[in-house]
C-alpha cells in the first residue's frame, strides 16, 4: 500500500484529490454462478477500484416453495421437507419442525426420546461447523482443512447413516419422539468419535489460528456491532463473535438442553476471525454437551402418544431453536384439518445475509468473499 | 406491560395467548405506532419475524404477524393485525433495520405493502412475475407461464 503511495501520489485511494482514473462506480456481478458464493447467490457488486461501495444481494435462485408445499402436506408428510432447506444442518431444521407440531398437539416427547434427539443435534451442528471451516477456508485459499474437515465429517455421516438410513437429508425424528431406536453400539460408536474429534479440533486450529495468512486475511475484516447485530435481526455465531452472549439453548431452552452444562463462547470485535474462533469453540461445547448426553442416557418409550392421523387443534405457534447458522423458527397455524394452513420458516440465513451489505462496505472485493463464507449462509435456507 | 398498553390504548389491543406463548391481535391503525412503543418502551429490540396469513372468505383478507423479541426481559411476543386486500401498512423499516428483507418477502408472497419501506420489490420470485403464490387462491402448481415463456423459453414450467 505505502509503495503505491509513494511511486503514484494519484493513485491516492483515501482522497481522490487527483483522481488517475474517472472515479466513477464500477457495478459488477458476481452471479448466480460462482465457486464461492456457497450456492447460487446473486451479488451486485458497487465499486471503486477494489474497494466495495455497496452491495445488493439478489436471492431466489433455489426458491422452492417450501411454503406452499406445506399447506398441501400432511404434518407428517411435510416432515422430510424441512431437511431439504438448510441441507447441510437437516437434523436441526428436524427437530424445530418436530417440537414445533408438538406444541400444535400439545405432546411431550420422552425423556429418551429428546436425549438421543440432543446427541444427534449437537452432532449435526459439529458436521455443521466442519462443512462451513472447510468452505471458508477454501474460499480464503486454504485447500488444506477442508479435506481433514471433510475426512472427519464422514464418521459424523456415517452414524446418521446407521441410525436413520440417509446421511444428509435425515429425517431423523418423528412427531412425538424418534422412530428408530438407538442402534446396538450406537453409544460406543458416538464415543469413539468424541474421542476421535477433540484432537482433531486442535489439528484445524494448529492449521489457522496462529497462521499470519489467514490472521491477516480475519482480522478486522467485516465486522458488524452488537447494536447493529441486533438491528438487522442476526443470529447465532455471527452475533455471539459482536459480544452478544445469547444462545436459545441457554435462554428460552428446548429439548433437554437444560440438563446440560456448557458455555457460550462470545467475541469481542464482530469480524471474521472472531467468528471462526467462536465456532471452534462451539465444537468444543458441543462435544462436551454429546458426552454428557452420552453418560445419562435414560430407559423408556421412544415416542409420546401422538394419533395416527393428527389433527392439531386450531391455533398458531412460533417456536424457535438454536440452529448451527443462527435462530430457526417455525410459525405453524392449524385450522383443525390433517394439513396446516400455514407454515411459515423463519431461516437464520436469510436475515442474515441482510447484513452484508453493512458488513462489507469498504472493504475490498476479496473480502467480500471472506465476509459470505463468515457468514455461513445456505442458499437451500436462505431461499426455501 | 399488556395491561399498560390497554391502558393506552383501549379498545384497538386484544391480548391473547396460546400454547403459553403470548400474542395481541391489534387494531391496523395503531401500526407502526404501537411497534415503536415496544421498541422504544418495552425493549423488544429484535424483529424475529413478519410474516402473514391469508384467509380469503374473510372481509379483512389479510393477517400481519410480527413476532418480536426482548434480549433484556427474554421475552417473545407476537403482533398481529388485519387489513384488506389491497390495503397497505407502514412500514418497520425505521425501527428494525432487519424488517427489509421480511417485509420485502411478505410482499412478494402475499401482495401487502409496506409504504416507507426503501426498496419494496420481490425479492424471492424474478421481478416482473405477476401474482402473489402464498395465497389460498393461487394454486399448488400454478406459475406465471407469460414470465416463464419469454424469459425461459420454453411452453410452460412443468
Known amino acids: ?63 422452492r416453495g417450501v411454503e406452499k408445499i406445506g399447506e398441501h402436506r400432511t404434518y407428517t408428510m411435510f416432515n422430510p421437507y424441512v431437511d431439504r432447506m438448510d441441507y447441510v444442518a437437516a437434523v436441526s431444521n428436524g427437530l424445530g419442525y418436530c417440537e414445533t407440531v408438538e406444541k400444535l398437539l400439545h405432546v411431550e416427547a420422552p425423556p429418551r426420546a429428546q436425549h438421543v434427539r440432543v446427541i444427534l443435534t449437537e452432532l449435526n451442528r459439529i458436521a455443521s461447523h466442519q462443512l462451513w471451516l472447510g468452505t471458508h477456508a477454501l474460499d480464503i485459499g486454504a485447500i488444506t482443512p477442508l479435506f481433514y474437515t471433510f475426512r472427519d465429517r464422514e464418521e459424523i455421516l456415517k452414524i446418521y447413516e446407521k441410525y436413520c438410513g440417509a446421511r444428509l437429508t435425515t429425517h431423523a425424528f418423528r412427531i412425538g419422539g424418534l422412530q428408530y431406536e438407538t442402534y446396538t453400539g450406537f453409544e460406543k460408536e458416538v464415543k469413539n468419535f468424541l474421542d476421535f474429534f477433540r484432537p482433531k479440533i486442535d489439528e484445524y486450529e494448529e492449521l489457522l489460528t496462529t497462521n499470519r495468512i489467514w490472521v491477516e486475511r480475519t482480522k478486522g475484516v467485516g465486522i458488524i456491532s452488537a447494536e447493529d447485530c441486533i438491528a438487522y435481526g442476526v443470529t447465532g455465531p455471527v452475533l455471539r463473535a ?48 454429546i458426552e454428557q448426553a452420552l453418560g445419562a442416557l435414560p430407559e423408556g418409550p421412544i415416542m409420546a402418544k401422538v394419533p395416527k392421523v393428527m389433527k392439531p387443534p386450531v391455533g398458531e405457534v412460533y417456536h424457535s431453536i438454536e440452529a448451527p447458522k443462527g435462530e430457526l423458527g417455525y410459525f405453524i397455524v392449524s385450522d383443525g384439518s390433517t394439513q396446516p394452513y400455514r407454515v411459515r ?9 441482510q447484513a452484508l451489505d453493512e458488513m462489507c462496505r469498504g472493504e475490498l472485493v476479496a473480502d467480500v468473499i471472506a465476509v459470505i463464507g463468515t457468514l455461513d449462509i445456505v442458499l437451500g435456507e436462505v431461499d426455501r | 406491560m399488556i395491561a399498560k398498553l390497554k391502558g393506552m390504548y383501549g379498545s384497538g389491543i386484544e391480548p391473547l395467548t396460546y400454547a403459553g406463548q403470548n400474542y395481541m391481535v391489534v387494531d391496523n391503525s395503531l401500526i407502526p405506532e ?12 429484535y424483529c424475529v419475524d413478519i410474516t402473514a396469513l391469508h384467509y380469503p372468505a374473510r372481509e379483512k383478507q389479510f393477517d400481519v404477524i410480527w413476532v418480536l423479541y426482548s434480549f433484556a426481559r427474554n421475552e417473545r411476543i407476537r403482533v398481529k393485525t388485519q387489513i384488506a386486500d389491497g390495503a397497505s401498512l407502514a412500514s418497520s423499516v425505521p425501527i428494525w433495520i432487519g424488517a427489509n428483507w421480511l417485509e420485502r418477502e411478505v410482499y412478494d408472497m402475499f401482495g401487502i405493502k409496506f409504504d416507507g419501506h426503501p426498496d419494496m420489490k420481490r425479492i424471492l420470485l424474478p421481478e416482473g412475475w405477476k401474482g402473489h403464490p402464498l395465497r389460498k387462491d393461487y394454486g399448488i402448481l400454478q406459475q406465471d407461464n407469460e414470465w416463464v415463456q419469454i424469459n425461459l423459453g420454453i411452453e410452460s414450467g412443468q
Not at chain 1, 345 to 353: A, D, G, M, T, Y
Not at chain 2, 34 to 45: A, G, K, M, S, Y
Request: proline fraction near 6%; include cysteine.
Open chain 2, 34 to 45: 404501537i411497534l415503536q412503543v415496544l421498541r422504544n418502551e418495552e425493549q423488544f429490540d
Open chain 1, 1 to 63: 500500500m505505502t509503495d503505491i503511495h509513494t511511486t503514484h501520489p494519484h493513485l491516492d485511494l483515501e482522497t481522490h484529490e487527483k483522481p488517475f482514473l474517472d472515479a466513477n462506480e464500477l457495478v459488477i456481478n458476481m452471479g448466480p454462478q460462482h465457486p464461492a458464493t456457497h450456492g447460487v447467490l446473486r451479488v451486485i457488486l458497487r465499486l471503486d477500484g477494489e474497494k466495495v461501495l455497496g452491495l445488493e444481494c439478489v436471492i431466489g435462485y433455489l426458491h
Open chain 1, 345 to 353: 420458516v423463519r431461516p437464520p440465513s436469510f436475515v442474515n445475509l
Open chain 1, 242 to 289: 459482536s459480544g452478544v452472549k445469547w444462545d436459545l439453548r441457554k435462554a428460552q431452552p428446548y429439548a433437554n438442553y437444560k440438563n446440560f452444562d456448557f458455555d457460550i463462547p462470545i467475541g469481542e470485535n464482530g469480524d471474521t476471525y472472531d467468528r471462526y474462533l467462536v465456532r471452534m469453540a462451539e465444537m468444543r461445547q458441543s462435544v462436551r454437551i
